[in-house]
């Protein structure tokens, strides 16, 4: 498969490029599904701790997921479902983690959005406001340390969490020490219920870019030809050297902040506006109009993932919870330090 909307474009041009957005249609499809069934788990009460949900935001996550190769780092956050099955996340990890299942990878001890496989590059998240940054900062030094160049980091944050000292300091070392890091920011205009105006003072958040020496982008976070391209082009510039990219995209996230919220502070202003457009049906008029795909497709692939979600879940469900008298509580799975270092890739 080709990675990226630029590899599409040199490799088979629109054969290529359909094929790109089929398939992260297809992702951007799973997560929704698989986010509404996990709203549904968690009003029936079957899921512990918060749910949060990533609607309106899956263009932007799939083309970071997309993007990257099996060999890069990713660390998503609480809005990145597409991105994490992009990237290789299986339904079984995510729903195995949401359920607490002792059988799935963090072995039913972590909260539903803490979950990752850091082996694979793929990190666990520990806090939606920055901490993520410096800690791909860190993967792509031990990468850098051993040899290894050919290697992105990618990880997201927030319009509100752009206001923390952690984006801060992790932006400027990046900067400085040219990494290779790609950082998304999805800006949904608000953080919980603050709105951007509340929140910073700059015009746009891509000016802020230039004070730190990386490169800015910005596009519509609604439209997934403009994320593909977009996405494509800042990984392609951090892998070739070109140093820490800083992606702003605009858009609006579509429910509450996590499931426990109704997001009635939203303004109908904004989410009657461009932004407030619901990106998978963006996506879906975009192969429509292309004729990359048609109805019935549409509703094949949503009949396919409905099931896949719904067979899994019924799995899930059947397997074992934690012993917390028998579980080995040390965070990763090594205990002694070097087999930690290994799992983290250092
Ligand atoms: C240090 C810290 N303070 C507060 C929180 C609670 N919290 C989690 S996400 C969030 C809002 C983040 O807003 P934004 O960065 O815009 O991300 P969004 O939720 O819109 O994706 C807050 C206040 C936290 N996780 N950590
Ligand atoms: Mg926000």
Known sequence: ?????LDAEAGGGSA??????????????????????LASLYRAGKIHGGVFLSRGQEALSVSIGVSLRKTDVFSPLIRDSAGRLAFGESILDSLQTCLGSALGPMRGRDGNVHRGRPRDGYLAMISHLGAMISVVNGALFARRFKGITDVVGATCIGDGGTATGSFHEALNQAAVEKLPLVLVVANNQYAYSTPNDREFACAD????????GVTPHSVDGTDLSACLAVLGRAVAQARAGGGPQLVVASLLRLCGHGEHDDAGYIDPKIKNSPLGRDCLKVAEDILISRQWADATELAQWRNEAVRAIETTVARVQREPAPDPFAEQWTAVSGTDLRETHEELGV
């Open 205 to 212: 958040l891509a000016d802020r870019a230039v004070g730190y």
């Open 16 to 37: 290529a490029l359909r094929d790109l957005h089929l398939s992260a249609y297809r992702f951007m499809l799973q997560a929704r599904l698989l986010d509404e069934k």
């Open 1 to 5: 498969m080709y990675q990226t909307v």
